[in-house]
């Protein structure tokens, strides 16, 4: 049973391990449909892992439960299994054994007036009574004498006048720090592995939205920009092949901060085809549609990047 709990805990760190990586990965390169899928996925491993936490400590304490309710009953089994047998000494005649009933003169008849403990609760405020007297009588008597004589009989270890060291120069001490001259070295190894942990989540967070924030429209500085891409499906023929080309390209025109407004798309051959961008993008645009295009799926047709490039008008012949 242990075995497979850590095995369950092992392979749920593992899911939600790789499902955070791919949701940085897939933020980088502006992938939102596999970004929202990944973070679906790391929702649920946790939602998973807590639930199994959960289950593992009710487990727990309903065996902690039933150990005690198993403990109770042997109890209960013992004291009655006690209680018959000083029922049967009783009957006997016999002496109660050991372990029977600690107040069996509560048994019996109860018509008969006992004294008993009243006499006993009288007899203790007498008692009570009589001692606070003496106490009183002894503390208006007594004199400090058991101190004085404890304080001369320890006049030997008193230290001499004018300290151990008078007269003399004191020993020089090791240069060693005290005890509890500074927090332990767990507290401090816990304190620099927090700092550690919140400093790489600081610069996670600044990294990833520097990476992701939309920045100010800005072009190129070439004529225009390629794209050369080719279209895959699974029982599709040319026809909705082209189209599905057509809707991603369509709707990837409006991933870039600046408006894809001169934007052709050419069908080179059977399945592949070529964008140009004229002007050119800039590198934060390029890369946030490269990531449209590939994240973006139409009706089982997949797009898959080729690479692109730069056009300039001196390059023309």
Not at 45 to 68: N, Q, T
Not at 162 to 186: M, V
Not at 287 to 300: I, K, M, P, S, Y
Request: glycine share 10%; net charge positive.
């Amino acid at each position: 049973m242990r075995t497979a709990r850590l095995a369950a805990y092992a392979f749920g760190g593992a899911a939600a391990l790789g499902a955070a990586v791919y949701l940085v990965i897939y933020l980088y390169r502006w992938q939102w449909q596999r970004t929202l899928i990944c973070g679906v996925l790391l929702l649920i491993v946790e939602v998973l892992l807590l639930g199994l936490a959960a289950l593992d400590r009710l487990g727990r304490l309903e065996a902690r439960m039933r150990d005690g309710d198993r403990r109770q009953e042997e109890i209960l089994a013992q004291l009655r299994a006690a209680d018959r047998a000083a029922d049967r000494a009783a009957e006997a005649g016999r002496r109660p054994v050991a372990g029977g009933p600690r107040f069996a003169w509560l048994d019996g008849d109860h018509s008969r007036t006992f004294v008993f403990v009243p006499v006993l609760m009288v007899t203790g405020v007498v008692l009570s009574g009589l001692a606070w007297v003496v106490e009183r009588i002894a503390r208006a008597t007594v004199r400090p004498t058991a101190r004085r004589r404890l304080a001369g009989r320890l006049a030997p270890l008193a230290a001499p006048p004018g300290g151990p060291w008078a007269g003399e120069d004191p020993p020089e001490l090791p240069p060693r720090p005290g005890l509890g001259a500074g927090p332990p070295r767990r507290r401090l190894l816990r304190a620099g592995a927090a700092a550690v942990a919140v400093a790489l989540a600081a610069g996670l967070f600044l990294g990833l939205s520097a990476m992701t924030a939309t920045k100010p429209p800005e072009r190129g500085g070439d004529t225009a920009t390629s794209v050369l891409f080719t279209v895959d499906g699974r029982g599709v023929d040319g026809r909705r092949a082209a189209l599905a080309a057509h809707q991603v390209w369509e709707r990837c025109r409006d991933a870039t901060a600046v408006p894809l407004l001169r934007a052709g798309l050419a069908e080179l051959d059977d399945g592949l085809y070529a964008a140009t961008v004229h002007p050119s993008l800039s590198a934060h645009d390029e890369h946030r549609l490269l990531g449209c295009l590939q994240d973006t799926t139409v009706d089982r047709a997949r797009l898959s990047v080729l690479g692109t490039g730069a056009v300039n008008a001196a390059d023309a012949p």
